[in-house]
């Protein structure tokens, strides 16, 4: 049975203690409390890897944070994302700690490579960092790659061949492994340690190939005997509890029911089992973000290890399986494998489950991805494997490079001192103060003039849209209680509160605020106040907007639409698409009504019909996303998407305080 015996007997603060433990045993790292940031002090890579998420994976990834791995991490709090702004600190130590302003003003920070796993929250809350970063620093070269390694959901592993998943695989203890191969070639270079110096420098691009490869060919499942438990929360119930001489496969990270139960017959036979199924996956990946050129993956029913095939072997505890056990356990999956390396601990953990993972890594499939079109700098995985590195948790400190801080108070103050400077030297981001008539080109950006509207026309408009949610507030919140929680009505509401609440108080006035600074102003009210994924998504599509308005007017006239912009940029962080039954629906034809010649009437009222018919396509539309694709219900029977339904309420207000009714 799974203990529910806790030292700590609450997880008020525990997160926030672990993390101090964990830099007083590195005194190379640093801590940023408030932001649950831990960074090195002193990178020396030119491209810096950072990873991150909830807690109770320890040592992830904390634990991974020094010269070789990461160069620094972000924590939420239990098994709940980081929020955006926690990450987008950890992006600017990352990118910055420890640099000066180059004599001429340019600003140049490190390259970063983020390593996240698939959980729509991680996803959309790094995303929004990614695009917050981008407008901050518009000369930070940012990407990421997304782990998706767990095979249990795959329809091919679930016996469901044709079904469509827009989700993709979870995320699983892979991330570390992904984390230690992108830290070595980033640091070392191509063979790790021993790459030689008249080898090429490594490159973001490069990096980020070496990513996507890595993640189409690195597969994981876990098992359990029990779930873990949360200090502070009541025991499990009697249903949740796993029978002695049952385990259950299929397992996610964050005490999510596994796949199926099954009899645990013997070690063997269950390992057997487990591999398997790794083997049986395939090399299709659909629904998650791997970017890989076609002709490079494979299909579901392809055989995804060829004879000859170089495999590594990657086991994780979840935490509370015996150091002993996990011995046998790595001595178990030869089953005719040619393997190079067994890789066994606590690397990625769901608190103490008595659980683990097998992940396989086909080596020989990864390497011919990275090295087809680079013969003069080919990169050895299993160098990357065995490089070293000073991450606590990985082989623990080999040395000792940066003279240790006494006081753990005085290295939090260094971290906020630290932060405050980069945000002091480095930011440039563009968010002047307009003249009266709003007419301010900064930097070659857009003015309201451009946009067609006076300032005064668009703070109308703006109290028009909010003015309008609240009338469609009754619609959304019954549409919701049939395909959701029933609170999205009273999110829109929410935002458009605060919204008018700030245009009251002046600290959002068009008058003052060019476009661009006024977007982005939008997205970072709508993302304290909107909460769940439709804050975040909606944080994301304004920031990623306000960047495009920064862009140079002189491009030709119909190459540049700022809308279209922030509706792809939104997409590298979803997958929602038009048809999928989600906010996009009403979103996309809004990005695409609008051009630089859309301002007369008829043209913004054109405009509004695109978008409510957007939103009224969603009716009886059957939901690929989201909490709407679990409720099983007649599609006649099905109401508009609510969100959709909430963007055509904002589209129609802005367009209708502004123009008279039509005849």
Known sequence: MMSNKHIFDSAEGLVLTSLRGTVAQNPGLRLHASTKTVYQSRPSADIVVISGGGAGHEPAHAGYVGHGMLASMVSGDIFASPSA??????????????????????????????VLNNYTGDRLNFGLAIEQARARYPGLNITSVLNADDVSLLPQTRGNEAEESMVGPRGLGGNIFVCKILGAYATFGANGASTH????????????LLGDALVAHLRSIGAT??????????????????????????????????VRRVPLASPESLITEMVNVIRGSGGGWKGSEIHIERILRHQAHETWIREGDEIALFINNLGGMSVLEMGAIVEQPHLGLYQHGYTSASYMTSLNAPGFSISLINVTRIEGIVNANSPADPISLLALLDAPTEA????????????????????????????????????????GISSSTGENHLA?????????????????????????VFASEPDMTRFDTIVGDGDCGHTFVSGAKSILEALDQGSLEPLLLNPASFVSRVGEILEGTMGGTI?????????AWSTALRNDLSLPSGSHSPLKEALVALGKHTPARPGDRTVVDALAPLCESVTPTTSSTQDLREMVKAVKKGAESTRGMKAKLGRASYVMTDDEHVPPDPGAWGVAAVVEGFVGSLQPPAL
């Not at 110096?197 to 980020?208: A, G, M, N, S, V």
């Not at 630290?418 to 440039?428: G, M, P, Q, Y």
């Open 85 to 114: 702004k926690q990450i987008l600190a950890a992006i600017e130590f990352a990118a910055f700690v420890d640099l000066e302003k180059t004599t001429d003003g340019v600003v140049k920070g490190r390259d970063v490579v983020i």
């Open 197 to 208: 110096d008249t080898y090429p420098k490594p490159t973001l691009e490069r990096t980020k």
């Open 225 to 258: 005997l029990g779930h873990c438990h949360v200090p502070g929360r009541q025991p499990h119930s009697a249903s949740e509890l796993i029978p002695d001489g049952q385990i259950e496969l299929g397992l996610g990270l964050h005490n999510e029911p596994g």
């Open 392 to 431: 606590l948790s990985w082989v623990g400190v080999r040395s000792w490079p940066v003279k240790s801080v006494s006081d753990n108070r005085d290295a939090e103050s260094e971290a906020a001192n630290s932060l405050e400077s980069i945000r002091t030297s480095f930011r440039s981001d563009g968010l």
């Open 444 to 468: 070659g950006g857009y003015t309201w003039t451009d946009l067609g509207f006076s300032a005064e026309e668009v703070k109308k408009g703006i109290q028009g849209a909010c003015q309008s």
């Open 535 to 543: 804050g975040a998504l909606f944080a994301i599509f304004f920031t």
